[in-house]
């Protein structure tokens, strides 16, 4: 199984996961931060991240999915949505996107209140 790992400015968590499982669904069953309004079915691009390690291992790029990238924030060419990326065999290292981030403190309000009382939300650029 290919271990996955999530990076943002809040935090870094792990896990192995099996091939075929999507980032989204990777992300969810670590705990990573990864924020996805609609609900991972492609309609938006609020689980945007970036592929630091692993890019070539990973499921093709539909034309559904680079369409909907095109309105993301920030695309570079190692972008991806999560929800739509299959795990390969290699081990994948993954940066969480703003833009991602944000989304998920408005889907976790609770969470982004936490954060917010301890000074670590919003980010400091």
Known sequence: MPKV???SPLAEVSADVPTGT???????????QVGHSCGGVCACSTCHIWVRK??????????AEADRLD?????RPYS???CQT?????????????ESLTA?????PGLRRALEA???WPLKK
Request: glycine share 10%.
């Open 5 to 7: 790992t999530f990076k």
């Open 22 to 32: 999507t980032l989204l669904d990777a992300a969810e069953h670590c705990g990573a």
């Open 54 to 63: 692993g890019l070539d291992s990973l499921s093709e790029q539909t034309d």
């Open 71 to 75: 309105m993301g924030f920030d695309v």
């Open 80 to 82: 991806r949505l999560s």
């Open 86 to 98: 299959e795990l390969g065999t290699e081990d994948i290292q993954v940066e969480i996107t703003e």
């Open 104 to 108: 998920f403190m408005d889907e976790n």
């Open 118 to 120: 301890e000074g670590k």
